[in-house]
């Protein structure tokens, strides 16, 4: 199996712009997948594919990819932001299952 | 809108068993792969399991393989998973998310049961 790693930590001031980045074998066959999780509440998806985003999700959310590291940018970062992200993708190795990194606790100054 | 909604945890001892279900509305719950992501309190996300949408395809983590399986019927929009031999470490918050489609992600995440195996 594969691990995707994560900084554990990152914090931005309000209106800055943040980049968290996950680092993992896998996303060299496959993009990044990234969830924004609020205290108390469920996953939400932000960012998927090359850089797509759902319906809903603001555009100050962007995605990127190079090698084996995708990373999630935050253009403007507000308040509401604040939350664990995670990183997923499938497993390179062929079995088809999926593996998150470890997330990120981004704090909003 | 989509809505999936798990039901099922609780408290059990080490050894026992637990099923947990998923009610799904909102979408054509047969044209979708579902999945089963935990969360132990404090930790992050750990996916458990996958099925494909008619059941060909049967998916599970290293740590719950031989102990847990996962079902679904599609006739009734329900996606199940049976907990077996459960474990303290099995403590968690139970997901059940729908893969996307053609995205290849999580697209829709129920707000999840809470599993405790403690003594």
């Known amino acids: 199996s594969s691990e995707l790693t994560q900084d554990p930590a990152v914090s931005v001031a309000l209106g800055q712009t943040v980049r968290i980045t996950c680092q993992g074998d896998s996303l060299r066959s496959y993009y990044a997948s990234w969830y924004q999780q609020k205290p108390g509440q469920a996953p939400v998806l932000v960012i998927y594919g090359k850089n797509n985003r759902p319906s809903g999700i603001p555009d100050r959310f962007s995605g990127s990819s190079s090698g084996n590291t995708a990373s999630l940018t935050i253009t403007g970062a507000q308040a509401e932001d604040e939350a664990d992200y995670y990183c997923n993708s499938r497993d390179s190795s062929g079995n088809h299952r999926w593996v998150f990194g470890g997330g990120t606790k981004l704090t909003v100054l | 809108e989509v809505q999936l909604v798990e039901s099922g945890g609780g408290l059990v001892k080490p050894g026992g068993s637990l099923r947990l279900s998923c009610a799904a509305s909102g979408f054509t719950f047969s044209s979708y792969s579902m999945n089963w992501v935990r969360q132990a309190p404090g930790k992050g996300l750990e996916w458990v399991s996958s099925i494909s949408s008619s059941s060909s395809y049967i998916y599970y983590a290293d740590s719950v393989k031989g102990r847990f399986t996962i079902s679904r019927d599609n006739a009734k929009n329900s996606l199940y998973l049976q907990m077996n031999s459960l474990r303290a470490e099995d403590t968690a918050v139970y997901y059940c998310?729908?893969?996307?489609?053609?995205?290849?992600?999580?697209?829709?995440w129920g707000q999840g049961t809470m599993v405790t195996v403690s003594s």
């Open positions: 998310a729908r893969e996307g489609g053609s995205i290849a992600a999580l697209a829709s």
